[in-house]
């Protein structure tokens, strides 16, 4: 029958590799092979040694030299250590190669990052959307997740061919369940899209305008949610805390009622399938009115946590939203070198703190200015002396329906701001 492997919880001791090929992407693939480490320790699994390599060109069969391969596997055993996780991305065979070379565990960042979604899969939708990813993960890894059937028949290399027979034979087995299991995910998903779109249309129809927080993971949005709204969404210092998105109506100052959702963080080199599979999920995030992204001011890599983010929400289709920018944590930021990169890289953007509760006025004011600008629908109650005006509607606005009541005139039009004011005292409800 086939399983989707648990392997990193079966795994207690970690060598970490990033390999690079160019001397420029030295510095970044040191702060990957940091966060990497960071999400290894989310899977409860511990670091014995870190190995950032620099190989000349990229080989087919390890990705690096053979040299440089051997060496790898030496620190590993030398270390005891049961995995090896790369922060690359390994191509099946890649990932087969190196397993055959170690004798132990050897998984990507990307089964990484499934993994942790998988842990924290909640909702039917959270978990059917990592079913999905982390099957069409395997679909071509299974293969190597029958090796061991090829290998028992008979020592020696590959075994007998008997032994392989059943091998293979298990692996078209696991294929076409995996295929059907693939299949239904996707149809349930559907459903799933259905339903929330169904419920977006009943929100449009309340006409409250909707924005989404979206950031890099660990930015501090639930925080920030959970502050502006009252609500209790899990709030942590970890990675990917939140893989559910929640939503909560606030009210901004001058009374307008304004919906917020709260939603999965990104990640760099976020698996381009889960970023498919949590298309339901970020759909909240493309259909929302306007987005406020939520940086980590505190953090060095701001610039990279910001262009990640945006880089995701162009995926998606979202990438010219409104978007107001915060940078959050700023209680943390003492260091001069990093105000002076704040102001320098985002001289507009709100300066807060989600958790202290500082300027988050700020926050709610910017969120009034934008809902200013926009269109909104309106039903007015015209006197029909009051032709000049439904006149106007025709001309500078979107009508949606006309009736006759007595002597009024009914009007749904989708109104722009430049004359909403001419119409007030005619609004009803
Ligand atoms: N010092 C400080 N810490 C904050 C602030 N905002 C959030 N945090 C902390 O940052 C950590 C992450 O916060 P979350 O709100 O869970 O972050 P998130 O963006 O929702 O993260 P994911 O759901 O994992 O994507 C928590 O430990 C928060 O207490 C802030 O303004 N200042
Ligand atoms: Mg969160």
Redesign the pocket.
Known sequence: MFEVREKPQMVERALLVRLYFDPREADESEALLEELGELVTTLGIGIAERVLAKSRSMHKKFLCGTGKAAEIVELARAHECDCIVFDNSLAPSQQREWENAADMCVIDREEVILDIFAQRAQTKEARLQVELARMQYALPRMARMWGHLDREGGGGSGGSAAARGMGEKQIEVDRRIARTRIDRAQRELEEVRKQRATQRHAREKLETPHAAIV?Y????????LNHLSGADVL????????LDTTTRKIELPDGQPLLLT?T??FVRNLPHRLVEAFKATLEEAVLADFLIH?LDASSPEVQQFHDTTLEVLAELGAGDKTTITVL?????VEDPDQAALLDRLFPDAIRA????GQNLDGILSACSAVLADRVRRHHYCIPQSRADLVGLLHRDAKILSTEYEGNNILVHAVVPPSIAGRLEEFLTP
Do not use: E, P, Q
């Open positions: 950031g993971t660990n930015a501090g949005k639930s925080t920030l709030a942590k210092d970890m990675l990917f805390a939140t709260d999965v963080g939520v959050n944590k700023i209680d943390r703190s989600a958790l202290s």
